[in-house]
């Protein structure tokens, strides 16, 4: 990162703003099997219009019962594709599976994309829901809560500066290791959902907390919690609320709001209202779900570049 260059997480994350990104694979109806190649050129569409962050999900596996039909491709694949066909939007995992990958692996592959996207790279990291899951790799869901602290701490210390890795076997005589390439800065730690911990921990440890979209009312008493805990566990420092939505875009811009799974169907117009109240109620960053669109995702990607994020980024850019 050049000297003078704001930290990614600003550009992402700030106080009193809201800034919105998206979450990939953008979806058309019915679509369930994703062209990656046009996601990589709607993902650099989006760098252009100033979208501010994409999000890859971590799906390491798919069942009948689990209810995200999608093939994700793998999220350190995805993730460097990224970094190679995009120039200013932060990318971020919304959320890398903590439990259930080695965190030496995760942190070589977190400085690994912060290297090649130019520490444009936030790591999100969540602990993953679903016992069967957890079964196939060999992984007891009772222990989730802490494999999620301890391994917190192995990759928080391997993708700090300097890079400090804690194994989990040290013998006699062996060597202090650290990781390569060397980082200007630490890569940014993002708690996603909860990992079975408390708001407090949350709060001292991560520079935010990112989480599913809920009715105004659930929201509200969620950021009030946060609020609670960061005042409590990280007095006077900012620490991040946000929010991935499910979007429904209508072709009638001033179309009212009507609640989905997640989320909500609206037209152009009602969403910068939604938003900015979203603002208000203390949400620094939203992260559109553009999903099982009847409308193409690329025009959904415009509409709401030239509509609605002039009013919370400025200018489009074209």
């Known amino acids: 990162m050049a000297a003078g260059v704001q930290p990614i997480e600003t550009t992402v994350f700030r106080q009193?703003?809201?800034?919105?990104?998206?979450?990939?694979?953008?979806?058309?109806?019915?679509?369930?099997?994703?062209?990656?190649?046009?996601?990589?050129?709607?993902?650099?569409?989006?760098?252009?219009?100033?979208?501010?962050?994409?999000?890859?999900?971590?799906?390491?596996?798919?069942?009948?019962?689990?209810?995200?039909?999608?093939?994700?491709?793998?999220?350190?694949?995805?993730?460097?594709?990224?970094?190679?066909?995009?120039?200013?939007?932060?990318?971020?995992?919304?959320?890398?599976?903590?439990?259930?990958?080695?965190?030496?692996?995760?942190?070589?592959?977190?400085?690994?994309?912060?290297?090649?996207?130019?520490?444009?790279?936030?790591?999100?990291?969540?602990?993953?829901?679903?016992?069967?899951?957890?079964?196939?790799?060999?992984?007891?869901?009772?222990?989730?809560?802490?494999?999620?602290?301890?391994?917190?701490?192995?990759?928080?210390?391997?993708?700090?500066?300097?890079?400090?890795?804690?194994?989990?076997?040290?013998?006699?005589?062996?060597?202090?290791?650290?990781?390569?390439?060397?980082?200007?800065?630490a890569v940014p730690l993002l708690a996603v959902g909860s990992g079975g911990q408390s708001v407090d921990w949350i709060a001292r440890h991560a520079i935010g907390w990112m989480t599913y979209h809920r009715d105004p009312d659930t929201q509200r008493e969620r950021h009030r919690l946060w609020r609670i805990a960061v005042e409590r566990g990280a007095p006077e420092q900012f620490r991040a609320f946000g929010a991935a939505m499910r979007l429904e875009l209508s072709e009638r811009p001033d179309e009212a709001p009507s609640p989905l799974n997640l989320g909500y169907r609206t037209g152009a117009r009602a969403l910068i209202d939604l938003l900015s109240e979203m603002r208000e109620a203390g949400t620094h960053h939203v992260a559109l779900n553009i999903t099982d669109s009847a409308r193409p995702p690329a025009e959904v990607l415009e509409e709401v570049a030239e509509t609605v994020l002039p009013h919370f980024h400025g200018a489009a850019v074209a």
């Open 16 to 185: 009193d703003a809201l800034s919105v990104g998206l979450v990939l694979p953008l979806l058309g109806k019915g679509e369930i099997a994703p062209d990656f190649h046009a996601q990589l050129d709607l993902a650099a569409r989006a760098d252009a219009l100033g979208y501010r962050a994409l999000w890859v999900r971590d799906v390491p596996l798919n069942s009948a019962g689990y209810p995200d039909p999608v093939g994700h491709l793998d999220p350190w694949v995805l993730l460097g594709a990224l970094a190679t066909r995009t120039r200013r939007i932060a990318l971020a995992s919304g959320a890398i599976v903590l439990t259930l990958r080695h965190p030496l692996h995760i942190a070589k592959a977190a400085i690994s994309v912060s290297a090649l996207s130019g520490q444009r790279f936030i790591l999100g990291l969540g602990s993953g829901d679903r016992p069967p899951e957890y079964a196939a790799f060999g992984r007891d869901t009772e222990a989730r809560r802490d494999l999620f602290r301890d391994h917190w701490e192995t990759v928080g210390a391997s993708v700090g500066v300097p890079s400090r890795v804690m194994p989990d076997l040290q013998p006699e005589g062996a060597p202090d290791f650290y990781l390569l390439p060397h980082q200007p800065r």
